[in-house]
């Protein structure tokens, strides 16, 4: 564990009280990211509000990237924030100081709204995440709005109905007929909480049966993504024969935590491995008969030279010329056989934008990938993020565009299954556009606060 010194509470508080004062929660590092996002747009808005942070788990390294000031103490817990997915974690968390760390966040949050009331200052709060942080903004007795991350009811049900589960516990996930409980759309419906923004329109739609202010804007997770290259397709004469000729490009998404995504690296390169022999037999039914090539989008957090000598350790070896341009003069070329391999820790939005396809073993960045309409097939790991548990949840909330193997040798299989049903591959796009929503779901959420929260 470690702690960052706070900021005082008094700085950058400006002598004008018509300035709004906005703080805000968020609990985990995608959620940290999520709430950057739309606190950039914030700051491009005309009177922005002066902004505050508590990222309740971690040390918001996010937050302190953009200078906003830190109250409180802010920690890291052993679990990394993934104590919902393992009862050990939990535990681990609570003999590192979770409770008192939980405590003294609240007294923080409330110490901070007392503060700003004393001063005379307008003063709201940004909850991202899940119950935690409402919870935490109701608490704080000021006025708040809510991002909700965690909860999607295509986890239970899609636009025909609820989804057909094996597990008759599995109704607790929807017993009062939403996956948001009771006791968290009551905090939703609170006279103080100004806005909801759910994560897609279909939980946005099921929240409005109750007086709770749900607005459909997007998904934050779909903003900051755009490539290096322009997206838009000019077609010519000979468009058939260029789509023959260029490469098949798989992007490959291990994760980001270490030590779970170097153990995901391996069984993805055995799928890797898998895939070269079945794209060599005659029957294969690619879109393309040029050469194929694997994008390992790596997380920045992961040591590089660990990831390139696990992939040495599978027969790759350096190559000098690369079959795509990428924005990375430091990203390693390997070839073997008719393949090429790229490593790259700086180019992330040029590989999810370049791939045809992924081998995915992530969270936000598979969610991500389908986004922009294009089918993942993932291969469940040991955790504790991306456990059998994980995997089948996530496949519930992206659909058919997330298609889940038990082993890696199975990839082959499915990866001829999409390109022998074109209509399938139709189905997925327009699949993965609904589910996570069209980019600038940031502006238009900062848009509605200044709004609603003035």
Same mark, same amino acid.
């Given at each position: ?229 322009? #997206?838009? %397709?000019? &077609? ?7 789509? +023959? !000729?260029?490469?098949?490009?798989? =992007? ?91 490593? #790259?820790? %700086?180019? &992330? ?7 045809? +396809? !992924?081998?995915?073993?992530?969270? =936000? ?90």
């Amino acid at each position: 564990m470690s702690d960052v010194s706070p900021l005082p509470l008094t700085s950058k508080i400006k002598e004008t009280t018509s300035r709004l004062r906005l703080l805000v929660l968020s609990n985990g590092h995608g959620e940290d990211a999520i709430a950057v996002r739309i606190l950039k747009e914030l700051q491009w808005q005309p009177h922005p509000p002066e902004i505050f942070a508590l990222p309740l788990v971690g040390e918001g390294h996010a937050y302190q990237k953009l200078e906003i000031p830190l109250i409180g103490s802010v920690r890291t817990m052993p679990s990394g924030g993934f104590i919902y997915m393992d009862g050990r974690e939990f535990m681990r968390d609570l003999r590192g100081g979770l409770l008192q760390l939980t405590f003294n966040q609240i007294q923080t949050v409330r110490h901070w709204v007392s503060f700003q009331q004393k001063l005379g200052n307008n003063s709201a709060i940004l909850a991202v995440g899940d119950i935690v942080p409402l919870l935490f903004a109701w608490l704080s007795n000021t006025n708040y709005a809510f991002v909700g991350t965690a909860r999607s009811e295509y986890y239970v049900r899609d636009e025909k109905g609820l989804l057909k589960r094996k597990n008759k516990a599995t109704w607790l996930e929807n017993f009062s007929g939403s996956v948001y409980h009771p006791w968290e759309r009551w905090l939703m419906s609170h006279s103080r909480c100004k806005a909801v923004f759910p994560r897609d329109s279909l939980t946005t739609k099921i929240l409005q049966r109750w007086p709770i202010p749900a607005v459909d804007v997007g998904n934050p997770m779909m903003d900051g993504l755009e490539p290096t290259f322009p #997206t838009a %397709r000019f &077609y010519s004469s000979n468009v058939e024969q260029q789509e +023959l !000729a260029r490469p098949l490009i798989i =992007t490959l998404l291990p994760g980001s935590r270490a030590p779970e995504a170097y153990a995901n690296w391996q069984k993805i390169l055995i799928a890797v491995s898998a895939l070269m022999a079945s794209f060599q037999e005659q029957d294969w039914l690619a879109p393309t008969r040029g050469t194929l090539v694997f994008l390992g989008a790596i997380a920045p957090g992961l040591h590089f030279v660990s990831i390139h000598q696990i992939l040495q350790s599978h027969g790759w070896r350096s190559h000098s010329n690369s079959p795509v341009q990428i924005p990375d003069a430091e990203a390693l070329v390997f070839k073997q056989r008719n393949a090429y391999f790229i490593l #790259t820790q %700086r180019a &992330y939005n040029d590989c999810l934008h370049l791939g045809d +396809l !992924a081998i995915a073993m992530a969270g =936000t960045a598979t969610e991500q990938f389908v986004g922009l309409g294009k089918p993942a097939i993932a291969i469940p790991g040991n955790g504790p993020q991306f456990n059998p548990k994980f995997a089948e949840a996530q496949s519930r909330l992206l659909g058919p565009s997330l298609i889940l193997v038990e082993q890696p040798d199975e990839v082959p299989q499915v990866v001829r299954s999409l390109f022998a049903n074109p209509d399938e591959l139709h189905v997925i796009a327009e699949n993965g556009l609904r589910r996570m929503g069209k980019a600038g779901a940031s502006r238009r959420i900062a848009e509605c606060l200044m709004k609603r929260l003035y």
